[in-house]
Every structure is written in structure tokens, then in C-alpha cells.
């Protein structure tokens, strides 16, 4: 199994207490930290604007921009947004974003799309809430745009939501020179009807999660959806994200639950909306617990398909010591 970090970036109040001016040296050391292990495949931000779950003040740092810091201070491990919106950027911008940092990268970036979810941050941005259908139709076509420019370095689409007549995407991609002969492309999220047709046809990864029947059951339709299209099935990578914790016991994990809780409240939610949040966003999940548990759950999740793990460290802009601890108990124990 292949491992990516999130980097914490603000969007899940993971910098509450750290002075903005600090933040890039936060992030940046942790980002330096990851190209220096090798165990590390890959970093990833959010591609958000506001907190989660509720807005605030609180610094969220903005994906792209990030991208492109990243890549001027590392030099081995790849750069992945989970996941872009497609919608919050023209998506002929977003391929020359893209082909620029690829080259200051060395060709290392990774595309991560989807159709966008938060609709606050959507609003807040002028941006309208469009119906889920349009945002997904939105995405398959401007997925169509990254292939042509990316592969020809042009593109041209008379659809219904982007019109582009010979946008030019020069240079190309320094991945041009890959086999796939493209930046790769991940397709976010695991809607059985459209999302996952989408990524039949498109993806070089999919990232979606859920218990072990779940992701199973959502890799069989990405597996019809394949056939449907005439795709290989074996050239799409299943991925998802998952949330890590370790304790050694009950009473540790409740005090590391109530540290995630507690910068919440520090961030501005009520003291009973960031501990519901906790309980059911981090509570429960194959990988929080003791050691033991989270690498059974890994193993439980690689059985049902999964290849590709992205993992989200509360506490790693505060404290390594989980993320070394993964590395060095959990990691090597997934594929015995």
C-alpha cells in the first residue's frame, strides 16, 4: 500500500493557536519532512477557503498556491490537491496552473478534481450554488479540457457549461513525457451514477472512502461503469482518505479526541458543536485507536480494494510524534 500526508493547512482548524506568520514554516517543515522519508509518496492539501465545519476567521490556506511553494522546496515526493473544485477556477486556467507547477515540480504534480460540496464557501464566493447535476456536469467537461490540453496542448469544447475554441496550454505538462503522457488525474468522491462514470472514463485514481463493504461495493460499480466505456479496470488506482489517531489505551484517545475539540472552541465553535463534530468525524474510524486496531483497519480496507492510503494527522502542525509513530508501527505492518 502507498501512503500520502495531508498537510494541515487551517481548513480543519489544524493551526488554531499558531501565529499566521508561522504557518509556513509549519507547513513547509512538515511538507520538507515528508520528500525526506521516503515511506511518504505523496502530500496533499484541501482545496477550500473557509473552516470546516462551520466558517470562521481562522486561516485556511489556498490549495494551488500552495502547490506551487511545495514544489519549489521539495524534490522527490508528489504534490496532490483532494480535492480541486472544479468549478472555483476556469478549468483552461486551472490546466496552465497546473503545466506551470508541474515544470517547477520536475513533474510531480497530481490532479485531484471533483464537483464541489460546501456550499457556504460557494456562495460566500460569488459563486452561486448550482445544482448538483450542473457541478458534476461541470466536472466531466472540464476534465475533458484537462486531456486535450494536456495531451495536445490545446483544447477546444463547445459543451454546455464551457465553451473554449484553441485554448493553448504550452508548455505542456513536464509529465507529457510519461507513459500516461499527462498529468495524472484523480476523481474525487463515490456518486454511483455519474461520479464514479466519470472516473471510468477518465481517472488514473479514484478517492472515495467508507466502511469495507462500502468501498467495496462502490469499486464494483466503478468496475461496471469500466466495461460500460470499454476501460481496463486494472489502470484505475482506488485511493481514499482516512483520518489517523494512535493511543495506547481509552483514557489517551479520549484526551487526544478532546485536544482536536478543544482547538475547535479555540477557533470560535461552541464548545457542543466541536465535541458532536469530533465523536462523528473522528470517533469510531478504522484508524483511531491503539496501534493495533489501526493497522488491522488498514488491513481490513486494503482487503476491499484499497491500494492508496491519504492520511490526516490532527495534531501533525502540533506535534510528530503520531506521524514518526505510523511510520514506524503501522506502515510495515499492512502488507504482512
Known amino acids: 500500500m502507498k501512503f500520502g500526508l495531508f498537510i494541515p493547512q487551517g481548513w480543519r482548524y489544524d493551526l488554531v493557536g499558531i501565529d499566521p506568520a508561522d504557518h509556513w514554516s509549519v507547513m513547509s517543515d512538515l511538507v520538507r519532512y515528508a520528500d525526506a522519508t521516503p515511506a511518504w509518496e505523496s502530500v496533499w492539501v484541501y482545496d477550500h477557503f473557509h473552516t470546516t465545519p462551520q466558517p470562521s476567521q481562522e486561516a485556511t490556506h489556498e490549495a494551488w498556491s500552495l502547490m506551487a511553494g511545495f514544489a519549489g522546496i521539495t524534490s522527490r515526493v508528489r504534490l496532490g490537491q483532494m480535492c480541486t473544485c472544479m468549478s472555483y477556477r476556469q478549468p483552461t ?102 461520479t464514479l462514470k466519470i472516473a471510468a472514463q477518465y481517472a488514473d485514481y479514484t478517492n472515495y472512502f467508507g466502511n469495507p463493504e462500502e468501498f467495496a461495493a462502490k469499486t464494483e460499480i466503478l468496475r461496471g461503469h469500466c466495461r460500460d466505456v470499454g476501460r481496463d479496470f486494472e489502470e484505475i488506482t482506488l485511493t481514499g482518505n482516512t483520518n489517523v489517531i494512535i493511543a495506547d489505551n481509552q483514557a489517551e484517545l479520549d484526551d487526544k479526541l478532546a485536544a482536536v475539540a478543544d482547538r475547535m472552541i479555540a477557533g470560535g465553535m461552541t464548545q457542543a458543536d466541536a465535541q458532536t463534530h469530533v465523536e462523528r468525524s473522528l470517533r469510531g474510524q478504522a484508524t483511531v485507536g491503539t496501534a493495533e486496531q489501526v493497522a488491522e483497519g488498514l488491513r481490513t480496507m486494503r482487503d476491499a480494494g484499497l491500494t492508496y492510503a491519504i492520511t490526516y494527522f490532527p495534531d501533525a502542525a502540533y506535534d510528530r510524534s503520531t506521524i514518526e509513530r505510523f511510520e514506524r508501527e503501522i506502515m510495515p505492518e499492512i502488507d504482512r
Request: proline share 6%; glycine share 16%; aromatic share 12%.
Open 93 to 194: 486556467y486551472l490546466a496552465k496552473v497546473a503545466a506551470t507547477i508541474d515544470h517547477i515540480s520536475g513533474g510531480r504534480i497530481e490532479m485531484g478534481i471533483g464537483g464541489g460540496w460546501y456550499e457556504h464557501e460557494w456562495r460566500a464566493y460569488g459563486y452561486g450554488f448550482p445544482s448538483a447535476g450542473e457541478r458534476l456536469g461541470r466536472l466531466r467537461e472540464g476534465v475533458e479540457i484537462f486531456r486535450q490540453a494536456w495531451t495536445t496542448g490545446s483544447a477546444t469544447l463547445d459543451g454546455k457549461y464551457y465553451q473554449v475554441d484553441g485554448a493553448l496550454c504550452y508548455p505542456q505538462p513536464l509529465q507529457t513525457t510519461s507513459p500516461a503522457n499527462r498529468i495524472p488525474l484523480w476523481v474525487a468522491g463515490g456518486g454511483p451514477k455519474v
